[in-house]
Nanobody, 122 residues
Framework: VQLVETGGGSVQSGGSLRLSCEAIGYPYKSYCIGWFRHTPGGKERERVATIDTDGEIVYADSVKGRFTISRYYNNHTLDLQMNDLKPEDTAMFYC????????????????WGKGTLVTICS
């Protein structure tokens, strides 16, 4: 299993970015997949948005209405459209995947990408 994130960068507050994750080497349809982030000074990675095997989407309260997660089965990719970005969104963003339903516990996610850095300037 390999997860490769692209699309990070630096934008002004209020701007937009689109992240993409390519999932390689596993039965994509059978796995939950999602985006997490680790903010500067944060204790651990936090869930941003996930899509379960049945299509259920869950967003963190902090990103609802601003971020949209999309899963594409034809090319095994997962996108995160981020609008109205704020300085507090500055973080390393990670794509993660797990066989079956999305786990509640962070430690239960087995597969992680290396991350892509998002920096929001005020």
């Amino acid at each position: 299993v390999q997860l490769v994130e692209t699309g990070g960068g630096s934008v002004q507050s209020g701007g937009s970015l689109r992240l993409s994750c390519e999932a390689i080497g596993y039965p994509y349809k059978s796995y939950c997949i999602g985006w997490f982030r680790h903010t500067p000074g944060g204790k651990e990675r936090e869930r941003v948005a996930t899509i379960d095997t049945d299509g259920e989407i869950v967003y963190a309260d902090s990103v609802k209405g601003r971020f949209t997660i999309s899963r594409y089965y034809n090319n095994h990719t997962l996108d995160l459209q981020m609008n109205d970005l704020k300085p507090e969104d500055t973080a390393m963003f990670y794509c993660a995947s797990q066989r079956g339903n999305c786990p509640l516990k962070l430690a239960s996610w087995d597969y992680w990408g290396k991350g892509t850095l998002v920096t929001i300037c005020s």
